[in-house]
C-alpha cells in the first residue's frame, strides 16, 4: 500500500511539472482590435530579449482577473505591424500602451517593475472607461 501511494504521489508529480510547461493561451498580436469598444493593453514584443518576457510573465498573472474588460495584446516589433506601432507610439521591448475603448493611448510603461505595478496601470484603465 506504500509503495503504491508513493508512486502516485511521484506521477502526480511528473504530471504537475509536464503540465505547468505546456504552453499558455497565446496573446493576440490584431491591432485592429485596438478601439473597438474595449480598453485594451499593448505589450510591445521582441522574442529576441529579455525585457518583454517577463512582462508577458506579468500579463499572465492578470489576465484572468481582466479577461472580458480588458484586450490583452501583443505588438511583434519583428512584424512590420508590430514594427510601425513601435515607431509611432515610441516604444521598445517590453513598453505597455494603454488604449481606451475608444482607441486612444491613456498610458504608456516602460518595463513596468512589477506585476502590482501593471496591476495599478489596469485599475487606472477601467476607472477612466468608466468616466
Given amino acids: 500500500m506504500r509503495k503504491w501511494l508513493i508512486s502516485l504521489a511521484f506521477a502526480g ?5 509536464i503540465w505547468s510547461q505546456l504552453p499558455r493561451t497565446p496573446y493576440s498580436t490584431d491591432l ?4 473597438q469598444g ?9 522574442m529576441q ?6 512582462v508577458m510573465a506579468m500579463m499572465d498573472d492578470l489576465r484572468g482577473e481582466y479577461a472580458g474588460r480588458i484586450a490583452f495584446l501583443v505588438a511583434p516589433l519583428g512584424a512590420p505591424n508590430g514594427r510601425a506601432f513601435g515607431e ?26 512589477s506585476t502590482a505595478e501593471l496591476q495599478k496601470a489596469l485599475e487606472g ?3 477612466r472607461s468608466h468616466e
Avoid at 485592429?32 to 478601439?35: D, F, N, P
Fill in 88 to 113: 509611432r507610439f515610441g516604444v521598445v521591448n517590453g513598453s505597455v500602451v494603454l488604449f481606451s475603448a475608444k482607441g486612444t493611448a491613456v498610458a504608456t510603461l516602460h518595463l513596468p517593475a
Fill in 38 to 46: 474595449q480598453p485594451a493593453l499593448v505589450l510591445a514584443y521582441d
Fill in 13 to 17: 508529480g511528473v504530471i504537475a511539472l
Fill in 32 to 35: 485592429a482590435r485596438i478601439g
Fill in 49 to 54: 530579449s529579455m525585457g518583454g518576457m517577463a
Fill in 125 to 127: 484603465l477601467l476607472a
